[in-house]
C-alpha cells in the first residue's frame, strides 16, 4: 500500500486534475507572500507544494521560501473541476484546479496568498 501511494503521488502530470484523484501532488510556480504582523515574506518566483491528504477533502500547502505550511485545509468541488475551501469569503479563499492556484488565507492574524500556475 505504501509503494502504491507513492507511486501515485510521484507520477502526477500537469493535466492531473486535483477535484478528481484520490492522490494528489503537485506544484504549483508563481508570486507567493505571507506576513504575520512582524515578518513579511514576498517572493514572485516562489513555489507551492500541494498534496491530498488521506481524509480525502483536505489538503496541504507546502511553501518555498521560509513561508509557514497550511495544513490540513478542507474543500469542497465547485464544478467539475475546482476546489474551493470550506469556509470561503470574499476575504479568504483558496481556489485550486488542474492548472491554477489562487490563495487569500487569513487566520490567526496570519495572511497567506499565492497565484501559481502548474
Known sequence: MLLFSFISLTSCRNDDDPADNDFFA???NGSI????????ISKDNGSVFVTK???GTKY????????PDLNGVEF???GDHILVSVGSTATSYIRIDSNDLKILYVADGKTW???GKR
Not at 496541504?60 to 513561508?67: A, K, L, T
Open 33 to 40: 507572500s505571507y506576513n504575520d504582523g512582524s515578518t513579511t
Open 60 to 67: 496541504n500547502f507546502r511553501f518555498s521560501d521560509g513561508i
Open 113 to 115: 496568498t499565492a497565484n
Open 76 to 78: 469542497k468541488k465547485e
Open 26 to 28: 503537485g506544484t504549483y
Open 53 to 55: 491528504i488521506a481524509s
